[in-house]
């Protein structure tokens, strides 16, 4: 929910009338400090943890019937991370960039305070780099997981990014700060 309204409060083609929150009205005039409900970067370094959580510790070798197991797991993972990272330097600019595991309260804080920052180029930088490998596997069109549950009579097929829409997107944002005419072509491809 904070996603949507950081995005779409602070659009041209939203308004907030007077019932609206203190708080509401601080996003919507792009206002907001510290203090502010919806101005939450921990949300997103939640998924981006979670993700590296996952990616250090699941079995990336593990075969069976002669494919890897968690493939398209691991892809999916790695465009919610993705995801998570777009949004953040869209956002705030330069955050700290992690890509390593942090289970304690002293490691995020010095990840914070000292760690690695990176501004929406470094950041798409790194994420292209990272789901390439990935974008034209044949194995499975969507590279997504192929779960058939549902939610709410909802597939969560849904639920996942394909890897080629993350890939192209991160192109299409990286392109926009770089003018560089190949990362329009690539988000095309």
């Given at each position: ?49 979670s ?15 002669g494919?890897?197991?968690?493939l ?15 949004e ?52 499975n ?23 080629r ?8 944002w990286?392109?926009?700060?770089t003018q ?10």
């Amino acid at each position: 929910d904070r996603t949507i309204l950081l995005g779409e409060v602070r659009a041209d083609l939203v308004n907030v009338n007077e019932s609206a929150s203190l708080m509401l009205k601080q996003l919507a005039a792009n206002a907001t400090d510290e203090s502010n409900i919806y101005n939450n970067p921990s949300d997103y370094y939640d998924v981006i943890n979670s993700c590296n959580i996952y990616l250090a510790h699941v079995d990336s070798n593990l075969v069976t019937h002669g494919e890897k197991k968690f493939l398209t797991e691991i892809i999916a993972v790695k465009c919610y991370r993705a995801w998570a990272y777009l949004e953040l330097a869209k956002i705030y600019g330069e955050v700290p960039f992690i890509t390593a595991p942090i289970t304690t309260a002293n490691a995020a804080e010095e990840a914070v305070l000292s760690g690695e920052r990176r501004d929406l180029v470094g950041i798409c930088d790194f994420l292209i780099e990272d789901l390439r490998p990935y974008a034209f596997l044949s194995r499975n069109d969507d590279l997504r997981p192929s779960y058939s549950a549902s939610f709410n009579k909802v597939s969560l097929q849904k639920c996942f990014i394909p890897v080629r829409v993350m890939l192209g997107e991160l192109c299409l944002w990286r392109g926009s700060f770089t003018q560089n005419q190949n990362d329009f072509v690539d988000a095309a491809r």
